[in-house]
């Protein structure tokens, strides 16, 4: 069965997570808006932002708006639990992206859970995501590490506790210790370690940096403006029996058609591995 928006309705008595836009309001999706007009309390990382993204959106709010921060959203969750309990169509939204991300929420998801209390999520824009999507770096294996620390001593801690992950890293960070964050990543990962800094995703000025962190922490210095998420490029492989199932996959797409010394860069890229190695062990298969 087909479903347009003049037949889908928010659930009621369920908490529904909703994803905003992270800077653009025309990524607003249509059930976005549909739930913001038909939800009978939002819970709202701060009125006054909603209040604005409803202007944008050219949509009428009739539900009953509350805040829910970092600082009050323990002290809102019986409320908001007793709401959905009554049947009630209770939305969540934070400033930007997806609630519980880096954002409130989790305490109350956690809590719905607990209580047998339907949550359901309206999925959308999610910083982190479309870092890595526009990165440049591997994508096969990622974590979102949140905001970075503020002391370049604890920044460091962070770093050396993830250094030898197989896994693109992405990180949260202000535009006024940019620099320094990158200069610590440098001395931890070490200076070529690729990376890409992206800024001000899905605005006006939306800049997207990729190079080794030496690089992009020289480039920083210059200064920075706007939102910030970092991303780190996996740890490099070894050379080991682990590119013997490398070269097998190389070799199977270089039979497809592609050259093999782009295969072999394209999975080691996605492994982390040494394309240089790949290639040569591909070439002596081959022979």
């Not at 701060?46 to 604005?52: C, F, N, P, Q, S």
């Amino acid at each position: 069965m087909s479903v347009t928006p003049s037949t889908w309705s928010l659930p009621a008595g369920t908490i529904t997570l909703a994803a905003t836009p992270i800077g653009n309001p025309l990524d607003a999706s249509p059930r976005l808006r549909l739930a913001l007009t038909q939800a009978d309390v939002i819970a709202a990382e701060d009125t006054r932002r909603l209040a604005g993204l409803a202007s944008r959106l050219g949509v009428d709010i009739e539900a009953r708006i509350v805040s829910s921060h970092e600082h009050n959203e323990a002290a809102r969750i019986p409320q908001l639990l007793e709401a959905a309990r009554a049947g009630q169509r209770v939305v969540v939204v934070s400033d930007a992206g997806m609630p519980t991300v880096s954002d409130p929420g989790f305490p109350l998801v956690e809590a719905a859970a607990e209580a047998g209390v339907p949550v359901s999520v309206i999925p959308g824009p999610s910083a982190p995501l479309v870092a890595l999507a526009c990165s440049g770096l591997p994508t096969a294996r990622f974590s979102f590490e949140g905001f970075l620390p503020r002391k370049s001593g604890e920044r460091r801690e962070t770093f050396a506790a993830l250094k030898d992950a197989r896994r693109t890293l992405i990180f949260f960070d202000s535009p006024r210790r940019l620099a320094d964050s990158l200069a610590d990543a440098s001395a931890v990962f070490g200076p070529d370690r690729p990376a890409a800094v992206c800024r001000e995703l899905t605005k006006q000025h939306e800049d997207v940096w990729r190079g080794t962190l030496a690089q992009l922490a020289e480039r920083a210095g210059e200064g920075v403006l706007g939102e910030i998420v970092v991303l780190i490029g996996p740890a490099p492989q070894e050379a080991s029996a682990d590119v013997d199932a490398l070269v097998q996959k190389a070799l199977e797409l270089a039979a497809g058609g592609m050259r093999l010394k782009a295969a072999t860069k394209f999975v080691a890229k996605e492994a982390g591995a040494s394309a240089r190695d790949v290639y040569e062990a591909a070439l002596q298969a081959r022979d």
